[in-house]
């Protein structure tokens, strides 16, 4: 399979690495390539329930002809060899709750503003709901989406937790587990163009992108979601 056009390549050399693993390890049911811009920058979100997530998202992206850059929590990046990987494929940090927090959102725009795809999973962390439903999401990619005007297209995925389990710190690689990938059209936030980037306009584009996920993941799981989103700061449904 040919590399996406705009790997490099350090990025190149992960995917020969990872990607024979991947394919032993899962059974692919993946559908909506059709929704990924073939030119210009766009971001791509998708709901988190394991720590495997990030290499299924990435996995389906890269064998779809996109090399995305994954926003990644910045302890990543001081890990020995893979914090150089990481950074040598221009994977993006996020620095929470520091002074230095503003700096991935600046390299996102500019990811972006090269034509990019910035790889996002808006909750921030895995998900707390007890059925793996997508909690209620940070406003980041909000802010990112309405600044840039980027498209914004929902990536629903359901089986990396079979794989490895959300609290799991040793995966269970064969039998080989399904994993279903589903991407959808991107979410129209035109309306929201041109508002104060205020905490009312930036929640309704952050509920509105995790609501197009969400739909998805029911029509994959072929159940209903809750009628409110877990709220992970009450420990609760919101």
Known sequence: ??????????????????????????????HGAEHLPREGGFIAVANHMTNVDPLTFAHFLYDNGVAPKVLAKASLFTVPVLGRLLRASGQIPVYRN????????????????????????????????????PMLAKTGVARLALLT???????????????LGPTATVPRLLPPKRVTVVAGPPVDLSDLHGRPLDAATLRAATDRIMGAVTRQLEAIRGETAPATPWDPRRGSRA
């Open 1 to 30: 399979m040919p590399a996406p056009q705009r790997s490099n390549p350090a990025y190149r050399a992960i995917a020969r690495l990872v990607r024979p693993v991947m394919m032993l390890v899962t059974k692919r049911d993946w």
């Open 149 to 163: 005007r980027a498209p914004v297209v929902p990536i629903a995925q359901w089986g990396p937790q079979d794989l």
């Open 98 to 133: 520091s002074v230095r927090a503003g700096e991935s959102l600046v390299a996102a725009e500019a990811a972006l503003a090269d034509g990019e795809c910035v790889a996002v999973f808006p909750e921030g962390t895995l998900t707390g709901d007890p059925d793996l439903w």
